[in-house]
T-cell receptor, first 118, second 112 residues
Framework: GAVVSQHPSWVICKSGTSVKIECRSL??????MFWYRQFPKQSLMLMAT?????????EQGVEKDKFLINHASLTLSTLTVTSAHPEDSSFYIC??????????????FGPGTRLTVL | DAKTTQPPSMDCAEGRAANLPCNHS???????VYWYRQIHSQGPQYIIH???NNETNEMASLIITEDRKSSTLILPHATLRDTAVYYC?????????????FGAGTRLFVKA
């Protein structure tokens, strides 16, 4: 149990376009989801915390108008990179914190989405 | 900032136990010690967590010192597939907006 999926697993886009990444909790409800970004040979950097039905909380230095997060249901959060530029190329990873009967004390991570902006 | 200190890299022979240390001297009373690992180009995988008692599951054992200022993750019989970056994290448990902040981790190389 406690599986998190992401779609797409990789995407290549042109500079200036927008890209949407989906994060789904497959077998549990997630009241809170987190979005991370990871550059090559670096650790994961938390971008924002997404709570179902409310606005996301962004970490310092993360542009909320550029990285739009929507957490419309207990199993789905989306991250949209607007007007993407080459410096936005990165590995984007989501995680979900379970609620209910599933273990409530840990986070489960998706497999990541590799974004390449040309 | 991450609240933990880990060695940047370690080597281990295949079949031997891998002991990964972590210092968390500023840990609070309600914070747990979590371990995750990340195999190249994949999302982090949960391994184990604990508060103050030693814990064991099918993947690993977690030994936490009595003063809780440090811990050791033990992979009892390391295999080549255990080569990964291992992250030691301290955080409050439970649902809600409890963030998981990653440090640099320890890059474990398991060698044949």
């Amino acid at each position: 149990g406690a599986v998190v999926s992401q779609h797409p697993s990789w995407v290549i886009c042109k500079s200036g376009t927008s890209v949407k990444i989906e994060c789904r909790s497959l077998d549990f409800q997630a009241t809170t989801m987190f979005w991370y970004r990871q550059f090559p040979k670096q650790s994961l950097m938390l971008m924002a915390t997404s709570n179902e039905g409310s606005k996301a909380t962004y970490e310092q230095g993360v542009e909320k108008d550029k990285f739009l997060i929507n957490h419309a249901s207990l199993t789905l959060s989306t991250l949209t990179v607007t007007s993407a530029h080459p410096e936005d190329s990165s590995f984007y990873i989501c995680s979900a914190s379970a609620s209910g009967a599933i273990r409530t004390d840990t986070q489960y991570f998706g497999p990541g989405t590799r974004l390449t902006v040309l | 900032d991450a609240k933990t200190t880990q060695p940047p890299s370690m080597d281990c022979a295949e079949g031997r136990a891998a002991n990964l240390p972590c210092n968390h001297s500023t840990i609070s009373g309600n914070e747990y010690v979590y371990w995750y690992r990340q195999i190249h180009s994949q999302g982090p995988q949960y391994i184990i967590h604990g508060l103050k008692n030693n814990e064991t599951n099918e993947m690993a054992s977690l030994i936490i010192t009595e003063d809780r200022k440090s811990s050791t993750l033990i992979l009892p019989h390391a295999t080549l597939r255990d080569t990964a970056v291992y992250y030691c994290i301290v955080r409050v448990a439970g649902t809600g907006g409890f963030k998981t902040i990653f440090g640099a981790g320890t890059r474990l190389f398991v060698k044949a």
